[in-house]
């Protein structure tokens, strides 16, 4: 008996990527969108951690925005014919990625700055700092996965625009490898040891802080738990993903020389973990009720009293 290996991976592309993209949609959709109406209508003040949250939000709207067709696509056994469409969703998806983890990253800093200046006179608390920081952040990731642009024309031309590939998978004039083991160093592994650094100085601080207080309130560390759940999100979420994804390239170098079924083996365990990475998007929300300055009490006042409005209007006069 003969296994196919091919069988494989596109088994799983028509069966589980479809549906995990289709599932993250049905949840992250609603609640991103739910939070960035929130911000919108429900906070009349900004202070410099909403700016990142709301960057956050809107990101991943956009990139989950791109996951119904990515389904429809794999459920149908179908290729992207839309060149065009292909390298949108792609970049979408790369710039999500690495804004997603850098903006929780800021996210922490402002929590480590709040408690150790709680009057907010440090400059990095400052809402124009912040609208700065987010400028930044969002065209130092565009800059990073820009040359994926590069490589995916590269890769359409050589297959005469008949197949949309995902990034493991491209091949063009750039060093397809160098390139992704770059990206992982800059997008998700640094950012990665500052999320663990920021929640180290919350620690260190918070314990200083416990050490002058009497009485120690179950509050008090929420911020500490907050980033740490954060850091631990990512390092479980991202870092499968981004060694699959190298593994996968290296895999069909040349100098690799591993049979076609070891290499069809890869490539059905970096699928599984493509739905995991960006989980994120759908978990992300959670984060914007506790890290939030008085979001959370903001919303639930803004529905109460259109609840308390909408009964009234149902009273018969």
Request: hydrophobic content about 45%.
């Amino acid at each position: 008996m003969v296994f196919n290996c091919t069988d494989n991976t596109s088994m799983l592309k028509k069966y589980f990527l479809s549906t995990c993209y289709g599932i993250e949609f049905a949840i992250g959709f609603p609640g991103n969108l739910f939070v960035v109406f929130g911000y919108i209508f429900c906070l009349p003040q900004w202070q410099s951690c909403n700016i990142y949250l709301f960057s956050l939000a809107v990101s991943d709207l956009i990139f989950l925005c791109t996951l119904p067709r990515l389904a429809y696509l794999y459920a149908n056994d179908q290729e992207e014919t839309n060149h065009y469409a292909c390298i949108v969703n792609r970049y979408i998806l790369h710039v999500n990625l690495y804004s997603s983890i850098l903006f929780m990253v800021w996210l922490s800093m402002d929590r480590f700055l709040l408690i150790r200046h709680p009057t907010r006179n440090h400059y990095l608390l400052r809402q124009r700092t912040a609208l700065t920081i987010t400028i930044l952040s969002w065209l130092a990731v565009n800059v990073e996965v820009c040359p994926m642009i590069a490589l995916m024309a590269q890769d359409l031309q050589s297959q005469n625009q008949t197949r949309c590939e995902d990034f493991a998978s491209l091949r063009g004039d750039i060093n397809t490898l160098g390139y992704s083991l770059g990206l992982t160093v800059t997008g998700y592994i640094l950012p990665l040891l500052a999320l663990c650094g920021f929640s180290h100085q919350i620690a260190h601080l918070l314990c200083v802080q416990e050490r002058s207080l009497q009485r120690r309130t179950p509050s008090f560390k929420r911020p500490l738990r907050v980033v740490a759940s954060a850091a631990v999100m990512f390092l479980v979420f991202y870092t499968p993903y981004h060694v699959l994804r190298n593994i996968r390239i290296a895999s069909w170098q040349v100098w690799s020389d591993l049979h076609s079924c070891t290499s069809m083996y890869i490539e059905g365990i970096y699928i599984l973990t493509r739905p995991l990475a960006f989980f994120h998007s759908v978990i992300n929300p959670v984060f914007y009720f506790f890290m939030g300055d008085k979001f959370r009490e903001l919303l639930f006042a803004k529905l109460s009293k259109l609840a308390r409005k909408t009964e009234r209007q149902r009273e018969p006069a």
